[in-house]
């Protein structure tokens, strides 16, 4: 299995670089390595909105718009950030070998 680096940039500014195993989601492996900031309630179900993440500008093509699940769930969380993504719905692939998120200041 094929590992990538995400960054994750949390509110203040702080970053943590972790590798990816490829094919695992962003929210599994950043529960699995101790990200802080992101609290996954419902286990990465697509349920509660409590994974997101702010794709960077340079990476929001590669990564993809939400899916059909996902939109009602961050609509829900009343998260207007266009960039937001469910980390959970984000399945790390070769090409995202880089990428650069950030992270919300509190997940509801």
Same mark, same amino acid.
């Not at 960054?7 to 943590?16: L, N």
């Not at 309630?41 to 990465?44: K, L, N, Q, R």
């Not at 992270?103 to 509801?108: F, G, S, V």
């Given at each position: 299995?094929?590992m990538?680096?995400v960054?994750?940039?949390?509110?203040?500014? #702080?970053?943590?670089r972790?590798?990816?195993?490829?094919?695992? #989601?962003?929210?599994?492996?950043?529960?699995?390595?101790?990200v802080?900031?992101?609290?996954a309630?419902?286990?990465?179900n697509?349920?509660?909105?409590?994974? !997101?993440v702010?794709?960077?500008?340079?990476?929001q093509?590669?990564v993809?718009?939400?899916?059909?699940?996902?939109?009602?769930?961050?609509?829900?969380?009343?998260?207007?950030?266009p #960039?937001? !993504?469910? #980390?959970?719905?984000?399945?790390?692939?070769?090409?995202?070998d880089?990428?650069?998120v950030r992270?919300?200041?509190?997940?509801?």
């Open positions: 299995m094929a990538v680096n960054t994750f940039i949390a509110a203040d500014g #702080s970053e943590q972790i590798a990816v195993a490829t094919g695992t #989601s962003l929210m599994e492996a950043a529960v699995g390595q101790g802080d900031g992101i609290d309630e419902c286990g990465g697509c349920y509660c909105g409590t994974c !997101r702010y794709v960077d500008p340079a990476w093509a590669i993809g718009p939400q899916g059909e699940y996902e939109g009602p769930v961050v609509e829900a969380t009343g998260d207007e950030e #960039s937001v !993504r469910l #980390s959970c719905q984000v399945t790390v692939t070769d090409e995202l880089g990428l650069v992270l919300p200041a509190a997940q509801t």
